[in-house]
Nanobody, 117 residues
Framework: QVQLVESGGGLVQAGGSLRLSCAAS????????MRWYRQVPGKQRELVAA??????TNYADSVKGRFTITRDNANTVNLQMNKLKPEDTAVYYC????WGPGSTDYWGQGTQVTVSS
C-alpha cells in the first residue's frame, strides 16, 4: 500500500508561480512512475506531467515550457508551475503506480490551484 499526500496548492495571480509537492509513504520502494493530473468540474482528469524512476519526463502540450516535474527521491515528487494562466485552475492530483504485473495505481486527495486573471 502507498499513501500520497499533496501540498502547495493555493490562489495566485496570472503570471505567478506555485510549487506542488507530493509525499509518498508506505511501500515506497514499490513505486514506479509518478505523475500529476488535474481536473476541473465536468471534465475528465488530464495528465499534466510524469516522471519515471530514472528521471525521464513528459508533459502535456499545454504546460510545456512552464511546468517542471522533479523527483527528489523514491517518495517525493514536485511540480513547479510558472507563468500560470487562469486555465490552469483545477484540482491537482498526485498519482503513482507500482512495479510488476500486478501494478496498482494510487492517488492523493488532491490540492486546489486557482489562478485569477
Amino acid at each position: 500500500q502507498v499513501q500520497l499526500v499533496e501540498s502547495g496548492g493555493g490562489l495566485v495571480q496570472a503570471g505567478g508561480s506555485l510549487r506542488l509537492s507530493c509525499a509518498a509513504s508506505g511501500s515506497i520502494f514499490e513505486i514506479n512512475a509518478m505523475r500529476w493530473y488535474r481536473q476541473v468540474p465536468g471534465k475528465q482528469r488530464e495528465l499534466v506531467a510524469a516522471i519515471s524512476t530514472i528521471g525521464s519526463t513528459n508533459y502535456a502540450d499545454s504546460v510545456k515550457g512552464r511546468f517542471t516535474i522533479t523527483r527528489d527521491n523514491a517518495n517525493t515528487v514536485n511540480l513547479q508551475m510558472n507563468k500560470l494562466k487562469p486555465e490552469d485552475t483545477a484540482v491537482y492530483y498526485c498519482n503513482a503506480d507500482t512495479w510488476g504485473p500486478g501494478s496498482t495505481d494510487y492517488w492523493g486527495q488532491g490540492t486546489q490551484v486557482t489562478v485569477s486573471s
